[in-house]
């Protein structure tokens, strides 16, 4: 990676996601049990395992590769701040 500051406001906006994610187990932990929550959450963690195989096979190594599969899974949080 190149730059600094793209990789700091990808990572940002990761700890967004994950933030927001969190929250919303949380919400669906009180409302409709432990079900869902598992389901959801198993989701998250099969779409982190993918995109964390994919960049492996892509040629991603060690520390970076968990940062882009993290980016690659929440890092949508960027669109939720304003």
Known sequence: MTGGSRSSTDIRGGHIGLVVTIIALAGIASSSGPRWTLIVAG????????????????????????????????????????
Not at 52 to 68: D, P, Y
Request: with cysteine.
């Open 43 to 82: 989701c998250f963690t099969a779409w982190f395992i993918l995109a964390l195989t994919i960049i492996r096979i892509r040629g991603g190594r060690g520390s970076e590769a968990v940062r882009r599969a993290y980016v690659a899974t929440f890092g949508w949080g960027d669109y939720v701040t304003p």
